[in-house]
Nanobody
Framework: DVQLVESGGGLVQAGGSLRLSCLAS????????LGWFRQFPGKEREGIAC????????FYTNALEGRFTISIDNAKNTVYLQIDRLKPEDTAVYYC????????????????????WGQGIQVTVSS
């Protein structure tokens, strides 16, 4: 069975950094696009960044590029999201997702594109 398990969240002070991890099992990254999303209370899940499991190419939501960095370790079947200069408004539940198919662009930051999801992990940024 395909599983995605996020880790690395928690409580952090504004200005700090976090690295979220998403360990995948049941499949290998070749042929997949992996993405990170977040969801604020009462809001829809929104895309942050995605990465190709084939060649490591990336695509970011314009407004978030710069503080967020997505990366992948195929040997560990893990995708990461580095978040720097955290702000209280980054407080959300963060999800990783996997989509079978090549990375093509903005569509890879949309929820319907994804076949599998992790359970989500809370990130809370204190001011």
């Amino acid at each position: 069975d395909v599983q995605l398990v996020e880790s690395g969240g928690g409580l952090v002070q504004a200005g700090g950094s976090l690295r979220l991890s998403c360990l995948a099992s049941g499949f290998t990254f070749g042929g997949y696009t992996l993405g990170w999303f977040r969801q604020f209370p009462g809001k829809e899940r929104e895309g942050i960044a995605c990465i190709s499991g084939n060649d490591g190419s990336t695509f970011y939501t314009n407004a978030l590029e710069g503080r967020f960095t997505i990366s992948i370790d195929n040997a560990k079947n893990t995708v990461y999201l580095q978040i720097d200069r955290l702000k209280p408004e980054d407080t959300a539940v963060y999800y990783c997702g996997a989509s079978y198919g090549p990375l093509t662009g903005w569509v890879d930051l949309t929820v319907p594109r994804y076949d599998y999801w992790g359970q989500g992990i809370q990130v809370t940024v204190s001011s």
